[in-house]
């Protein structure tokens, strides 16, 4: 009876933590100044002394934001629908980081920060254990730790041509002759493979992963390429259910144009080694494709002995509603390759054992990931359990896209395309122009947002948004509909 | 009077700590079971079931691990003349990192993490003052940080190659011609530019900075990269000081070859947009040049408006005696750009203002740096000072370049070609065979090293290092020299 009694306790402080938001003293934005308001330009002017900083926001003050809340320097208070680029999964200061922060091993990794390739930690299989591995995508059990997502992207690419090579050759041994040109930049050591992509894909910004970003020009003009082909990302209709067979058709076309481009590529004898691709494009404004195209993507480029590398930079670590962003696609077997970072406080990517370079000193760097974050990363997923924070993203996710849905009805020339799975959401409006105004108005009234591809808002909040959080950025942006 | 006492007293205490070498209960290397122990085998089994380890040298126990000594998992205390590949500037656990590691900064920038393009923090500006800015090089007025060598490497490609175009084309503002071809990998856009790189370098493994990597095959083989042009780095005679005729004249020839290079490339239209080069080439084989050879270089390099890129991932932050090593050089205007990390804790590079991209998102991503290093930098910036690292390092590598020279004298069929700047030193053996047999023979007498280049060893000590350090070293070598 006793034991009784205290499990329904825990069971109803569960109920009531679970509803708790971490949003410490807020409960609401509270915008008092211009944004970026006098100390924000300020601080900027001073940070120009030294620094490239013309795409600062504001300037923050994180020691007084809380949970889904931003705090800046001239005391204003935003609710955050942008989350750092969505890299913040618990909000600021989650009281289980804070904690996680106090343990010893935090300061051991980081004052002592090891070359993981060549000393390996003795708490590091463990660490990897109850982080990374605990979220392994099923059928990929092996794991690279790197430190961002460029590098994760990188590092992915080489272990997919390694692979293709080995493959191409019969062994994974390099020959004589291979060791010999590569260090002149010439085949056969240096191999005419390529990386497909596609068409508004966003994969990073060093140069191999800029290859395969196809989102904006600023990012890319005047820098060097690889001249890889790029196949057309599909351009769906949305609501997708209101648009199934136009949709399908787009699809096939696209498809159609994945199998075509590499054999292109490979009859020319640039040969493709994989193709790499976001569950949902977020940088080039939230595109999405149907759990089919993904299917018949994965045939064509088995066909093919092509690495399928999902990029799950953006979509990984909950946002969805399901941890990685793949799993609603139901595929027949895994990918070859899921690159991660963001969320997931540093980087890395998962593999098929194949996909493991057989000699040393071939994926490799100097510190080849950042284990002390592995330690924070132990207590998100604690947390995300407890609280169960995958139905509430799910929920809340759906609560938000129902609002949006709302703004569309009822202002169809600003908000339309609304779109999003979980929380992971995002509307259109008519131009870039709009975007921008809105985007702006939105912060002035307490929303801090961002804008992807050309003319798109995203939202990323973090895990513990919750249905509340998102009526009140609805209400927000209805707001700033209403000032244009 | 009391004054007196009390100064005199500060006084013997600085002299007494800079004795102290904050090696914790160690005074000798101990090594007691073989290498790897049976512990790290047992560990790094485990560890291969998750993820690649074939080139772990052992399992480290980084708690038990002090000042210049690393322990292993079975008991082992080695000196460590490697450190985590030269990344750990003032050895294992120092007390003045535990401390910083208690200051609410490091916690509120390791959970809030900044997105550090779009939200930078209201401490960003004083925390890059006190850490990063104290070091910057005299006429380097700005600094981008990032997060490893890699990256800073590639993003300082990026900068150079903006600056290129924008000069070429007589304004920062690409036409729309550009913005447009770019999105198809194809020129006017994506410009025809390389960069000029050296036999035997290496900047790096992500792919552009690969490309610029001619140290070890097996680093690139199978991999593509761009065909950017590469001069021979000068092989000289040691010691430089017995060998200057000769050296000069191989030095002019490869300066020659960098006129010759550049004009080639040019003239066929890839536009050589700069040259990156290191200070004394490190994963290369610590392969040194003159400072009239970099003087030599500058000044092609400037004639043909093309940016100086110094990488010093490797060879700054102190260990030459010099807190970045051009400064050894006496150019008579400072280098266009300066790469780092490693040492640094994190990445980034410095520049002059030229080399600042005008517009937003042109140099960008999501983290931009990780803030709560520069906490820990700032202690060991402090430490340096007040310890007088700088010339601590000087005097111990003078004792360890004749120590070495002692027993390239003794044993000169083993040990040859003793060279090195500050600790920064290192030798060769007639063979790769020999040089891996001597390598893990010290190993198992307790020191932890590492090679580089095809036959070479190579001192990357801590800046805490001292001359009896030294000269444990040079005895273990001794007695690992008399095993062969």
Redesign the interface.
């Given at each position: 009876m006793q034991r009784k009694n205290f499990l329904s306790q825990v069971k109803l402080f569960r109920h009531l933590s679970s509803l708790t938001t971490d949003d410490g003293p807020y409960v609401k934005p509270y915008v008092k100044t211009a944004v970026p308001g006098p100390l924000s330009i300020e601080?900027?002017a001073?940070?120009n002394e030294?620094?490239?900083?013309?795409?600062?926001?504001?300037?923050?003050?994180?020691?007084n934001?809380h949970g889904n809340y931003?705090a800046d320097?001239d005391g204003n208070v935003y609710l955050d629908v942008?989350l750092?680029?969505s890299?913040?999964p618990l909000g600021?200061?989650?009281p289980a980081?804070?904690e996680a922060?106090s343990s010893?091993l935090?300061?051991?990794?980081?004052?002592?920060?090891?070359?993981l390739?060549?000393?390996?930690?003795?708490e590091?299989?463990d660490m990897?254990?109850e982080s990374l591995?605990r979220v392994r995508p099923k059928g990929m059990?092996?794991?690279?730790?790197m430190?961002?997502?460029?590098?994760s992207v990188?590092?992915a690419?080489?272990a997919a041509?390694?692979k293709y090579?080995?493959d191409q050759r019969g062994t994974p041994i390099?020959t004589d002759l291979?060791?010999?040109s590569?260090?002149?930049?010439e085949a056969p050591?240096?191999?005419?493979?390529?990386f497909l992509t596609f068409t508004s894909a966003f994969h990073?910004?060093?140069?191999?992963?800029l290859?395969l970003t196809?989102s904006?020009?600023?990012?890319?003009?005047?820098?060097?390429?690889?001249?890889?082909p790029?196949a057309k990302f599909p351009e769906l209709k949305y609501p997708l259910t209101d648009h199934v067979t136009k949709n399908k058709e787009e699809e096939a076309r696209c498809l159609e144009d994945v199998r075509q481009k590499i054999v292109e590529s490979n009859e020319k004898g640039l040969y493709v080694a994989g193709a790499i691709i976001e569950p949902i494009q977020s940088e080039g404004g939230d595109n999405h494709a149907s759990p089919e195209f993904f299917q018949g993507l994965q045939s064509i480029l088995t066909e093919f002995n092509a690495a399928f590398v999902v990029d799950e930079v953006q979509t990984g670590g909950g946002a969805t509603g399901k941890f990685w962003a793949h799993e609603h696609w139901d595929l027949p077997t895994p990918p070859d390759i899921l690159t991660f970072?963001?969320k997931m406080?540093s980087g890395g990517y998962f593999c098929k054992k194949d996909f493991?370079?057989e000699?040393?000193?071939?994926?490799?760097?100097?510190?080849m990931g950042d284990p002390?974050?592995l330690v924070?990363l132990k207590a998100v997923f604690d947390v995300m359990e407890r609280d169960g924070l995958l139905e509430r993203t799910r929920k809340s996710g759906d609560k938000l896209l129902e609002g949006l849905g709302g703004l569309e009805q009822k202002y169809p020339d600003i908000i339309q395309d609304v779109r999003g799975v979980g929380t992971f959401c995002s509307f259109s409006c008519p131009t870039a122009a709009m975007r921008d105004k809105l985007s702006s108005q939105a912060r002035k009234h307490g929303l801090e947002n961002?804008g992807n591809g050309n003319r798109s808002i995203r939202f990323r909040p973090a895990l513990i948004f919750t249905e509340s959080h998102a009526q009140i950025a609805v209400d927000i942006l209805e707001k700033a509909v209403l000032d244009l």
């Open positions: 601080k900027i001073k940070l030294i620094s490239h900083n013309s795409t600062a926001h504001f300037v923050a003050d994180y020691a934001s931003l320097v942008l750092q680029i890299s913040i600021y200061n989650h980081l804070v922060m010893p935090v300061t051991n990794m980081m004052i002592n920060r090891p070359a390739g060549m000393l390996p930690a003795q590091t299989y990897l254990q591995m059990d092996y794991l690279q730790t430190m961002c997502g460029s590098c990188e590092n690419l080489k041509m390694i090579r080995a390099p291979e060791l010999d590569c260090m002149r930049q050591g240096m191999p005419d493979l390529c990073g910004r060093t140069l191999g992963a290859s196809r904006k020009a600023i990012h890319k003009v005047d820098i060097p390429g690889f001249k890889w790029c970072s963001k406080l493991l370079p000699q040393g000193y071939r994926i490799f760097n100097t510190w002390a974050r924070l961002g």
